[in-house]
């Protein structure tokens, strides 16, 4: 995967190359949105339709090439997709859109993604990269047969800040004049990233948050060993949440909800965040206390649980139910088991998220 910021065009010019000796990958699927991707160019046979490109490459490899611009509004107002004169700020799923691959039985896919642009603009990813050339980051999911690349990234002149936190290694990244607080994301991380990670042991090894003022969104998004903070975000808010903490959970739970079950995803994610800040004693238990007593009280105006999205007083709910099945747990169990060990199962065995399995995993942990 190759990727080349032109800032003064206002787009970036991508490849994808497959190199192979036989034909293993029969074919290639990308959906995307017209908007924003066109002058599609392949070697090989290439269908486009209005939103969908199917790419067939030659039997030795080929290229397949096409502009994207970056800028994307949320519906809520600004930007979770951006790129300035000076700087960009992205995820590797707005450079390279969804794909299905088709491909012979049993074959498997190594992948490295290089960026360029302008002299001076560097660039960071949660990728290692190349130890043979540091020019290409090393992409790789086990758990997918086509590799592609994922997770913020950033662009332009950056200012970076690197640590070892629970045995991980972390990044702080921001375009420079942005206000970013480096050093403070990081001693937040020094605080509670151990708790985090006796959590959800399978949490990242490496670790990238990117982080930028307006006109980006303003506020926190996660993605794969990833995620993006405003960088006007409080750290810890007025009513004892975090917005990083809340999305550092995303992060480790690596979990999708079923459909209508996100308030349980939500929920765990929001519980932590104030557990996790009590354990590490980044805020005191009488904080702790009022910041539960707050999120009881906003999850009487949600009647319902289930949301295709959950937010709000629907997610102050979930997290009632997530503290009463935690003390039940523990009291039913002398403390043996909790909802610690409930989270860590939904996220080792990577099914969807639902009430169904919620049910039998604590169950089986309280017999």
């Known amino acids: 995967y190759e990727a080349t910021f032109m800032p003064e065009q206002g787009v970036v010019q991508l490849r994808v190359t497959v190199r192979q000796e036989r034909k293993l990958l029969r074919r290639v699927r990308f959906d995307f949105d017209p908007a924003r991707y066109r002058d599609f160019e392949a070697e090989g046979e290439m269908e486009l339709a209005d939103e969908q490109v199917t790419w067939r490459p030659p039997a030795t490899g080929g290229s397949l090439s096409f502009l994207v611009t970056l800028n994307h509004v949320r519906k809520s107002g600004g930007y979770d997709s951006l790129m300035t004169e000076e700087w960009a700020l992205f995820r590797g799923?707005?450079?390279?859109?969804?794909?299905?691959?088709?491909?012979?039985?049993?074959?498997?896919?190594?992948?490295?993604?290089?960026?360029?642009?302008?002299?001076?603009?560097?660039?960071?990813?949660?990728?290692?990269?190349?130890?043979?050339?540091?020019?290409?980051?090393?992409?790789?999911?086990?758990?997918?047969?086509?590799?592609?690349?994922?997770?913020?990234?950033?662009?332009?002149?950056?200012?970076?800040?690197?640590?070892?936190?629970?045995?991980?290694?972390?990044?702080?990244?921001?375009?420079?004049?942005?206000?970013?607080?480096?050093?403070?994301?990081?001693?937040?991380?020094?605080?509670?990233?151990?708790?985090?990670?006796?959590?959800?042991?399978?949490?990242?090894?490496?670790?990238?948050?990117?982080?930028?003022?307006?006109?980006?969104?303003?506020?926190?998004?996660?993605?794969?060993?990833?995620?993006?903070?405003?960088?006007?975000?409080?750290?810890?808010?007025?009513?004892?949440?975090?917005?990083?903490?809340?999305?550092?959970?995303?992060?480790?739970?690596?979990?999708?909800?079923?459909?209508d079950e996100d308030w349980i995803v939500e929920g765990i994610a929001e519980f932590y965040t104030l557990e996790i800040m009590r354990r590490s004693g980044t805020i005191s238990k009488r904080r702790y206390a009022r910041g539960i007593e707050r999120l009881e009280e906003w999850a009487t105006e949600s009647p319902a649980l289930q949301a295709e999205q959950s937010s709000g007083a629907r997610t102050a709910k979930g997290v009632t139910v997530m503290r009463e099945l935690d003390a039940e747990l523990r009291a039913?169990?002398?403390?043996?088991?909790?909802?610690?060990?409930?989270?860590?199962?939904?996220?080792?065995?990577?099914?969807?998220?639902?009430?169904?399995?919620?049910?039998?995993?604590?169950?089986?942990?309280?017999?």
Request: hydrophobic share 40%; glycine share 10%.
């Open 93 to 259: 799923d707005d450079l390279f859109p969804p794909a299905a691959a088709t491909a012979i039985k049993g074959a498997e896919s190594k992948a490295r993604l290089r960026m360029s642009g302008p002299d001076g603009w560097s660039f960071i990813s949660a990728y290692p990269r190349d130890e043979d050339d540091a020019d290409w980051y090393l992409v790789a999911w086990p758990e997918r047969r086509f590799d592609r690349p994922v997770g913020w990234m950033a662009a332009g002149s950056l200012g970076v800040r690197w640590g070892t936190i629970a045995g991980r290694q972390v990044a702080i990244a921001g375009p420079m004049g942005q206000g970013v607080r480096h050093l403070d994301i990081l001693a937040f991380l020094r605080w509670n990233l151990p708790e985090l990670v006796n959590v959800f042991p399978a949490f990242p090894m490496r670790m990238l948050v990117v982080s930028a003022g307006d006109p980006m969104w303003r506020g926190g998004l996660s993605g794969p060993a990833s995620l993006y903070l405003h960088a006007d975000r409080p750290l810890i808010s007025g009513n004892s949440t975090s917005t990083l903490l809340h999305e550092l959970v995303h992060v480790a739970q690596g979990y999708r909800a079923a459909s």
């Open 332 to 367: 039913r169990t002398q403390d043996k088991y909790s909802l610690d060990d409930v989270s860590r199962q939904l996220a080792e065995d990577g099914e969807p998220v639902s009430v169904e399995r919620l049910r039998k995993i604590t169950a089986d942990l309280a017999g």
